[in-house]
């Protein structure tokens, strides 16, 4: 039986035709869940009897859990129980320009970065669509507060679970959904090549960011398993397709490691990749956990490395550091209490 918040409004609204029933019923029960926050289908008004009993039968409308919450300065952190007793986590974050939350695709993650703490449990399963919608609602209706970005960018690997991903999207871009700006939606992938392209044909409005962190092959080998099945350059024409198809500006996130890839000349080779692309470089300085050994770039060393690229005309910011004082941060992120 599927959840009800997997499904998005044109598979509902087949679903209502092939019972018989009019398409305008999915917008109904779209407006009850997702604008009125009704969940308990007996409280949802001009619906009859008979129809309600069949979307009892048909569809669960079971929740997941908060399991416990920790906050820091602008951000509050959740871990999520899922009906199996598996384990994600999610982080809010409070900018100047509205709120943001980072969303977990998967519990555990296959690509084994070196460097990424929420990547040393290994893929457990995929999340379905709701189990990712519901992270929205809940903390939503915890935090009150209204999400107005979205980045998938917590536990697991996005394009590795693709098709549940963008239903997701689907779910939430949806005017009678969540509503949330395609603009205002962001997907991160570690560089799986083809659902790059699939990406671009089928949302070209969302934003992609790419979890790059190494100039060359070598380094990228090192620290980043996917870069032994797609290659940097192999990767560069797939994001050069990607611009190409949607005009998007795409994101590159730059994780800085200490005498690993933030030397000058990882620098000038970084502004040689780039250069004349439609993007931008987020450095982020690497937050240290304790079962993993690289070490954070020091400060000299990043601004350094960020007056390269801006030298060589590449748009870059250092970003701002969120909850690592609670593990909340880039690359803490856990799928279970340790």
Known sequence: MK???????????????????????ATQIYEFLYKKRIYNVDDMSNIGKNIKERLIKDFDFSFIKIKLKQE?????KYLFELSDGNLIETVLMYHDYGTSICVSSQVGCNMGCAFCQ?????????????????????IEEDAKVRISHIVVMGIGEP??????????????????????????????????????????????Q????????????????????????????????????YINI???????????LDNINDSIECAKELSSLLKGLNC????????????IQFKRSKKMQILAFYDILKKNGINVTIRKEFGSKVDAACGQLRANQS
């Open 206 to 241: 969302v934003n992609l960011a790419i979890s790059f962190h190494a100039p060359n092959d070598t380094i990228r080998n090192k620290i980043m398993p996917i870069n032994k099945a797609y290659k940097i350059s192999e990767l560069m024409d797939s994001i050069k397709e």
């Open 3 to 25: 959840n009800i918040f997997s499904i998005p409004k044109k598979d509902l609204e087949e679903y209502f035709v092939g019972i018989n029933d009019k398409k305008f019923r």
């Open 280 to 291: 931008y470089v987020n450095l982020i300085p690497y937050n240290e956990t304790k079962n």
């Open 72 to 76: 820091d300065t602008d951000v509050k």
């Open 159 to 204: 394009f590795d679970n693709y098709d549940n991903v963008m239903n997701f999207i689907r779910i939430i871009n949806d005017p009678k959904g969540i509503d949330i700006g395609a603009r205002h939606i962001t997907v991160s992938t570690c560089g799986i090549v083809p659902k790059i392209k699939e990406f671009a044909r089928d949302f070209n």
């Open 118 to 138: 929420s990547g040393r449990l290994k893929k457990l399963r995929n999340l379905e669509p709701f189990e990712i919608v519901q992270q929205i609602l809940l």
């Open 246 to 256: 949607t005009n998007r500006r795409v994101t590159f996130e730059y994780i800085m």
